[in-house]
């Protein structure tokens, strides 16, 4: 089995999408998520307290800001603009792929765990998940 899961994204941030692959998976198996862009990730991430989310945005922002920032000024590539280089270093850091287990028809995630897609850029983009179920 194989999709393809588009997902709009308003900016830089963490879109779950959990329950569009929820309502997708049957069988059991390895579902394997890739995402097909170079400035956004994938992540299994708590899904209960919203400012997990938060965090982890602030967290990667100050970890890599924008090439507006002094301590970003031995960046080169900035043709898209200074979130454009920051966002292939994020999705260098991060996961582009993932596997989860697949039994009876639902997946394999902890109680607590979703998943997101990482938006990296700061305007909305278009983005696509390729899934596998094998």
Same mark, same amino acid.
């Given at each position: 089995?194989? !999709? !393809?899961?588009?997902?709009?994204?308003?900016?830089?941030?963490?879109?779950?999408?959990? &329950?569009? @692959?929820? =309502? $997708? @998976? %049957?069988? =059991?198996? +390895? #579902? !394997?998520?890739?995402?097909?862009?170079?400035?956004?990730? #994938? +992540?299994?991430?708590?899904?209960?307290d919203?400012?997990?989310?938060? &965090?982890?945005?602030?967290?990667?922002?100050? #970890?890599?800001?924008?090439?507006? &920032?002094?301590?970003? %000024?031995?960046?080169?590539?900035?043709?898209?603009?200074? =979130?454009?280089?920051? %966002?292939?270093?994020?999705?260098?850091?991060?996961?582009?792929?993932?596997?989860?287990? @697949?039994?009876?028809?639902?997946?394999?995630?902890?109680? $607590?765990?979703?998943?997101? +897609?990482?938006?990296?850029? &700061?305007?909305?983009?278009?983005?696509? @998940?390729?899934?596998h179920?094998?």
């Open positions: 089995m194989q !999709t !393809t899961f588009t997902l709009t994204t308003q900016g830089q941030g963490l879109y779950e999408f959990t &329950d569009r @692959v929820a =309502d $997708w @998976v %049957a069988g =059991d198996g +390895l #579902l !394997t998520l890739f995402i097909r862009h170079t400035s956004a990730s #994938l +992540l299994i991430q708590e899904n209960a919203p400012e997990v989310q938060t &965090d982890l945005h602030a967290f990667f922002a100050r #970890l890599v800001p924008p090439t507006t &920032d002094p301590s970003m %000024a031995y960046l080169s590539h900035s043709y898209e603009g200074p =979130d454009d280089m920051p %966002a292939h270093i994020k999705a260098a850091l991060l996961p582009v792929s993932l596997g989860i287990p @697949v039994e009876d028809g639902r997946l394999r995630l902890g109680t $607590w765990q979703g998943i997101y +897609l990482f938006e990296h850029r &700061d305007a909305p983009h278009i983005r696509e @998940v390729a899934a179920l094998g």
